[in-house]
């Protein structure tokens, strides 16, 4: 009746909300209350499940069991003369669930559910014997930040492409102009992974009559949940970056090798800025051109005097990356970045050192098989596979190939899990085959 049950999720504002409590009563006026409103939670989030008694009487002295419908074993938290009973715990739940003293001694037997799961969603019980017990439903939600793939010139105005991975449920994805009016868009490309979460994309041509500030907007209705990323389409926009090649060639160690990245159609780039960085240095930076120069202030102490760029080539848009005497660390994505024309391209660099294949792959559920292949379909023995379960119940694995003069120039690393497969193809120069048993770096990760 007057209850108010503060549902914030952990690092997303939300609102107060009332929450409708329910009672039932089994013994005289003792009635256990809890929400007849489902609680919503993302992956991730630290949540508590409401359940009290109607009286602050304590309730340390008495049997508290919170189980889960269809769990086996079913008990996420059990209270029994004065302590936890840890042995009759789920060990899904381990060190994941509690329930505070202070308020039992209150009549407050709410649960504390730390670091919520996928796998948490379902019906809960809280039951006292004796007393009575209320049932609830916990909604888990996962969200990610939409991100805009693609900006191409189209016939008509500038083609986009808007994903977003990691959402559950499954949710919608809407294009928006800058006064907020739907625009009409290509159908939603939904795909949903071993892990359950769902991944969609869609592609949305702004017209010239259309406003210059589009959203892609990505909504769940169940758990109350939007992520939305913005662009401003100028005369600019029509321009796109490319860099000729689709897949990534591995390169030498010592060797000096040039990462592509040019303006389609050709323009005048020299007074345009130009960065090249990797999202997974400190500094990030690996080149930056500015004001018709270099601007190596920032750059990461890694590539200091090995990279370079031409002016001569950015006078017709070639922001190509020269790199001098490559690394086994130099090896990993650079991003390619003109903000004056808001384009960026992903550029992957592969170093190796003749000898082995290592092929890694992440967010898998359930444990799955790893295969190499050579170009004709047959399966090449290889070393035993690494196999790591990490909190999100999700597996990460690798595998090593050794290289040997006898295998085909095309390689497969391919990863499976029952009718559900991934894989990636490499091309190996005759130059990296080895009969030798010297182990390298490569590395060809995949998810």
Known sequence: QGIVFNNSLSGVPTKMTSVKLVAKQLNGTIQVIGSSHPIVALVGDDIILPCYLNSSISASDKTVEWTKYKLDPRFVYVWRDGGELESKKNPSYKGRTTVSLHKLKHGDISLNLSKVRLSDRGRYRCFLPDMGETLMELIVGAVSLPVILRVQKAKTGVALQCESAGWYPEPELLWLDGEGNLLSAGPTETLRGPDD???????????????????????????????????????????????????????????????????????????????????????????????????????????????????????????????????????????????????????????????????????????????????????????????????????????????????????????????????????????????????????????
């Open 197 to 447: 979460l769902y991944t969609v994309s869609s592609r949305v041509t702004v017209e010239k009559r259309h406003s210059n500030n589009i959203t892609c907007r990505v909504q769940q209705r169940n758990t109350n949940q939007t992520r939305e990323t913005h662009i401003h389409i100028s005369g600019k926009n029509m321009m796109k970056l490319r860099s000729h090649s689709e897949h990534a060639h591995p390169y030498s160690v010592t060797q000096d090798i040039t990462l592509l990245c040019s303006v389609d159609p050709p323009m005048n780039a020299v007074d345009e800025m130009v960065e090249w960085s990797r999202s997974d240095l400190n500094p990030r930076f690996v080149h930056v051109w500015r004001s018709g120069e270099d601007h190596l202030i920032g750059q990461n102490p890694s590539y200091k005097n090995r990279t370079s760029v031409s002016i001569e080539k950015l006078k017709t848009g070639d922001a190509s990356l020269k790199l001098t005497k490559v690394r086994l660390s130099d090896e990993g994505t650079y991003r390619c970045f003109i903000p004056g024309l808001s384009a960026d391209l992903s550029v992957e660099l592969v170093v190796v050192s003749p000898g082995v294949l290592e092929c890694k792959s992440k967010g898998w559920y359930p444990e799955p098989d790893v295969f190499w292949l050579e170009s004709e379909g047959k399966i090449i023995p290889a070393g035993s596979k690494e196999m790591f379960r990490g909190p999100d119940d999700l597996y990460a694995l690798s595998s090593r190939l050794t290289l040997e003069k006898g295998h085909s120039k095309n390689i497969t690393c391919r990863i499976q899990q029952n009718k559900q497969h991934r894989e990636v193809k490499i091309h190996v120069p005759v130059r990296f085959q080895s009969s030798s048993q010297h182990r390298n770096s490569f590395s060809e990760s995949h998810k």
